[in-house]
């Protein structure tokens, strides 16, 4: 059985199927395995797990118990075993972390750049935020969680559908393609003559966030302080 560390982890690599036949001999590896490692989280690779049977899945429920406070990851997991995961509520009671489709920004048009990512368009009503190198994946899950559930409670934002990544393993979410956007700062250095025109729009979409009662839905934090202190910042200095 290959076996790695990673971080305070240790990482077991699943191969093909696990069934009856073979479930046995992966227990007693296991039990080889795990008290070696004890107080560590258990994290199964399973990019290359092709199938799982009942006797899998209660092999997997042995390992939590073993593990008590510890926690047990099972990532990259195909569409095809995270449906059996699902269907058995297994979701529920385990972590389990699908496998990230891979997309190709090769010749892709960049609609947008920022310090830590760029944007593609990848499809004729979709984009793809790709984050820079060292963005932590849970950072980006974030945001994308966070997109959704501002979508769900009424604020104008474009939905995200997808968390993929690249073949050099840069990861991204994408959205759907908001035609003839634009950040507000270009906006107006392009339509200076629509100044009062854009900031309406701009006042009413802040007066839109700030009216909606987010408590329902949990997960956003306050950025009081934060503006306050960028505010602060923009203040023009009293002349003596």
Same mark, same amino acid.
């Given at each position: 059985? @290959?076996?790695?560390?990673? *971080? *305070?982890?240790?990482?077991?690599?699943? $191969?093909? =199927?696990?069934?009856?036949?073979?479930?046995?001999?992966?227990?007693?590896?296991?039990? @080889?395995? /795990?008290? %070696? *490692?004890?107080?560590?989280?258990?994290?199964?690779?399973?990019?290359?797990?092709? +199938?799982?049977?009942?006797? &899998?899945?209660? /092999?997997?429920?042995?390992?939590?118990?073993?593990?008590?406070?510890? *926690?047990?990851?099972?990532?990259?997991?195909?569409?095809?075993? +995270?449906?059996?995961?699902?269907?058995?509520?297994?979701? %529920?009671?385990? #972590?389990? =972390?699908? %496998?990230?489709? $891979?997309?190709?920004? #090769? &010749?892709? #048009?960049?609609?947008?750049? &920022?310090r830590s990512s760029t944007v593609y368009r990848i499809g004729h009503e979709t984009i793809v935020k790709l984050y820079a190198a060292g963005v932590p994946l849970a950072k980006i899950k974030q945001e994308m969680d966070l997109a959704q559930k501002a979508f769900v409670i009424g604020i104008p934002t474009a939905i995200s559908y997808d968390l993929v990544k690249t073949a050099d393993d840069s990861y991204g979410v994408v959205f759907e393609m908001l035609d003839n956007a634009?950040?507000? &700062?270009?906006?107006?250095?392009?339509?200076?003559?629509?100044?009062?025109?854009?900031? $309406?729009?701009?006042?009413?979409? +802040?007066?839109?966030?700030?009216?909606?009662?987010?408590?329902?839905?949990?997960?956003?934090?306050?950025? !009081?302080?934060?503006?306050? !202190?960028?505010?602060?910042?923009?203040?023009?200095?009293?002349? @003596?």
């Open positions: 059985m @290959k076996t790695a560390r990673e *971080n *305070n982890a240790f990482i077991v690599f699943l $191969e093909g =199927e696990i069934n009856a036949q073979n479930v046995s001999v992966l227990q007693s590896e296991l039990e @080889k395995i /795990l008290p %070696a *490692n004890s107080g560590e989280d258990i994290i199964l690779e399973a990019k290359k797990l092709t +199938y799982i049977s009942s006797a &899998g899945l209660r /092999l997997l429920l042995w390992i939590k118990k073993r593990l008590g406070n510890n *926690n047990l990851i099972i990532r990259n997991v195909s569409k095809d075993i +995270y449906d059996i995961f699902e269907m058995t509520k297994f979701t %529920a009671l385990l #972590q389990v =972390e699908k %496998a990230l489709r $891979e997309i190709d920004v #090769q &010749g892709a #048009q960049v609609v947008g750049k &920022g634009d950040t507000v &700062g270009r906006t107006i250095t392009a339509h200076p003559e629509q100044f009062d025109d854009i900031m $309406e729009k701009f006042v009413t979409v +802040y007066k839109t966030m700030h009216d909606t009662d987010i408590k329902v839905m949990g997960g956003f934090a306050s950025l !009081k302080d934060t503006w306050n !202190k960028w505010a602060e910042g923009m203040e023009i200095p009293a002349s @003596k």
